[in-house]
């Protein structure tokens, strides 16, 4: 195997960087919102509010970032986006009112859309160029992130949330102004055979993108479901709270740890064979999980869905780069249209029915991806 030239090296490392960077914002983020709240004196009605803006404004920078990403482009999207989000993580700590609250959320978002097409465009084209699946191991750093992240929330837990935020976006608005000379030595490095950019539009069927966003948004879904009901899950069997914690805690280490190995099992297998077989892994645990009423099958199911599913949305996303920066955002929109909706949905389902038998909604969706990855995949692995 022939090594990677020095540049393309050093702009991998680049990209991890700003993976692991929106993770940390992410997780501080989700983290810390009940302390903007009550600083705020919100309702959980006008809480959503700020969610919703949030929500709102990602899926505009995503479809803005899917127009904009031409590869020359690429580096100013990603400063742009990088400084974006973590100068409006600052800018949280100073909102004391529900407008102020709603536009810097409503920027908070359009900058990780723009960010997150960005990220996945100049990491699709690197891929190209090591000739080899690495895309993996550059979402592993965002879960790494979102944990590192996680973790500075909760051991800050008695600093006031203004100070956690203004550093932490100060910091990270550094990094990112220190890193633009790398970001634009990404102009111009990769070999023009590679399937990246406009002309590669035309290389992906329309109906082949919307299938990979659909089982992106599949995916998707169920990380949304364990973000928000795997502890929940957890107390209804009457586990502790620290062991309903343990859930969760358990589905992302999983995750992370299926996507550091993610990049020598897609190498070795192929896209195709690890995304199947991880997706009836994550159908098969989850639903025993859910369906043997104990803590220890419920902990368990968690880890396999979490390590099933690890590595599909790398693959999705590596597959959709042939369709160039468009078609990447329009997997990443749809996919994210999942993660959304998905906690809604099953506490809907939940409603209706038992929260056991809305967890299954995930299971069934990954098997579906399963079954459905042969037609979304197959003429993209290598």
């Known amino acids: 195997m022939n090594r990677p030239a020095v540049h393309i090296v050093r702009t991998r490392v680049l990209l991890t960087g700003y993976y692991l960077g929106l993770g940390v914002v992410m997780a501080v983020w989700g983290a810390r919102m009940p302390s903007i709240q009550r600083a705020a004196d919100l309702s959980t009605a006008q809480l959503s509010l700020v ?17 904009l990403a031409r590869p020359e482009r690429v580096p100013l999207l990603l400063t742009c986006g990088a400084v974006g989000l973590a100068g409006s993580l600052a800018a949280l700590s100073q909102c004391e009112s529900l407008p102020a609250l709603l536009v810097v ?9 723009v960010l997150d097409v960005a990220v996945n465009t100049a990491a699709v084209r690197c891929q190209d160029a090591y000739g080899r699946p690495i895309m993996s191991g550059l979402h592993a750093s ?12 909760a051991v800050t837990a008695r600093t006031p949330h203004d100070l956690l935020f203004l550093t932490t976006g100060l910091a990270l608005t550094a990094a990112a102004l220190a890193a633009i000379p790398g970001a634009c030595s990404m102009t111009g490095p990769w070999d023009p055979s590679t399937t990246s950019g406009q002309d590669a539009d035309q290389r992906l069927p329309r109906a082949r993108v919307w299938l990979l966003g659909a089982l992106a948004a599949a995916t998707l879904l169920g990380e949304g479901a364990a973000a928000d009901w795997a502890a929940v899950h957890l107390d209804g069997l009457h586990a502790s709270t620290a062991l309903s914690a343990a859930a969760y805690a358990c589905y992302s280490a999983a995750m992370a740890t299926g996507r550091l190995t993610g990049d020598r099992l897609t190498a070795t297998f192929g896209a195709l064979l690890v995304v199947r077989t991880g997706a009836f892994l994550a159908a098969a645990g989850l639903a025993a999980g859910v369906l043997v009423p104990t803590t220890a099958a419920a902990i368990t199911g968690w880890t396999l869905f979490g ?45 209706a029915t038992t929260l056991p038998t809305a967890l299954l909604l995930p299971a069934l969706l990954a098997a579906a991806v399963a079954f459905l990855s042969r037609r979304a995949l197959e003429p993209h692995t290598r």
């Open 51 to 67: 969610m919703l803006a949030a929500a709102l404004g990602m899926v505009a920078g995503l479809q803005a970032g899917g127009r």
């Open 105 to 113: 959320a409503l920027v908070f978002g359009v900058t990780h859309g």
């Open 142 to 153: 965002y879960s790494i992130g979102a944990l590192a992240g996680a973790a500075l929330a």
């Open 307 to 351: 390590i099933g599913l690890s590595l599909t949305v790398p693959c999705l996303i590596s597959a959709a780069g042939a369709g160039g920066p468009q078609a990447v955002a329009t997997v990443s929109v749809t996919g994210y249209l999942g993660l959304l909706a998905g906690p809604a949905l099953i506490g809907a389902l939940a409603t």
